[in-house]
């Protein structure tokens, strides 16, 4: 049972639009949420993060918010550069006494020049 | 400053060999995790060191699977009589966190990618 759903597996956005990335968890549990970023051959990097005490983030160009009611979370990328052009992870956690990741399957983002 | 480095970045073998890939996390980082990423997925938890005890290893999917960290720095993770669906990448990830609290970034090594022929 996928606990983290990316229900997008890819997204083409032109360069200088907002790109807006989707995630929906089940597990009411989970109070830590992080975007991570995959280049092909590269481990995923950190993005941004949010603990479910917020509804927003923001860190330069990207902006997370979460829904906790909803169980969603979407990450806003505005300006999207070329550079941007990745896979993108969403992760949850539960923070209480655990320390791994629940990774969703990945949204493949594709910036046009 | 130096990352999570893992070696080999590639490895083939065949049905029933057994393989040890490494994880050199980086410097000081107390946590440390393994994860597999098949084809497709996102990444999956493995197991968890927090110095060298090896505090959760519920992910390992068989007994053929395991993990050590002798020195609490360097990691090592066995497949034994490897089968074709271990096949996938493993990632390594450490962390600065003291205690296992997942609100600590976890840095991801460039993993090892494995094909069992």
């Known amino acids: 049972d996928q606990q983290v759903k990316q229900n997008s597996p890819s997204l083409s956005v032109q360069e200088g639009r907002i790109s807006i990335l989707n995630c929906d968890y089940t597990?009411?549990?989970?109070?830590?949420f992080l975007w991570y970023k995959k280049y092909p051959a590269e481990g995923p990097t950190f993005l941004i993060s949010?603990?479910?005490?917020?509804d927003k983030n923001e860190d330069g160009r990207f902006t997370v918010f979460l829904n906790k009611s909803a169980k969603h979370l979407s990450l806003h990328i505005v300006p999207s550069q070329p550079g941007d052009s990745a896979v993108y992870f969403c992760?949850?956690?539960?923070?209480?006494?655990?320390?791994?990741?629940?990774f969703g399957t990945g949204t493949r983002l594709k910036v046009l020049a | 400053g130096a990352g999570v480095s893992q070696s080999p970045r590639y490895k083939v073998a065949k049905r029933g060999q057994d393989v040890a890939l490494r994880c050199d996390p980086i410097?000081?980082?107390?946590?440390l995790f393994w994860y597999q990423q098949a084809l497709g997925q996102g990444p999956e938890f493995l197991t968890y060191?927090?110095?060298?005890?090896?505090?959760?290893k519920s992910g390992l999917p068989s007994d053929r699977f395991f993990a050590e960290r002798p020195e609490g720095s360097v990691s090592t993770l066995k497949i034994q009589r490897t089968q074709q669906e271990d096949s996938a990448v493993y990632l390594c990830?450490?962390?600065?966190?003291?205690?296992?609290?997942?609100?600590?970034?976890?840095?991801f090594g460039p993993g090892t990618r494995l094909t069992v022929t």
């Open positions: 992760a949850a956690s539960v923070t209480s006494g655990t320390y791994k990741y629940i």
């Open positions: 949010i603990s479910s005490i917020k």
């Open positions: 410097s000081g980082h107390v946590s």
């Open positions: 597990n009411s549990m989970f109070d830590y």
């Open positions: 990830a450490s962390s600065s966190s003291w205690e296992p609290q997942s609100s600590y970034e976890q840095y």
């Open positions: 060191f927090q110095n060298e005890a090896q505090l959760d």
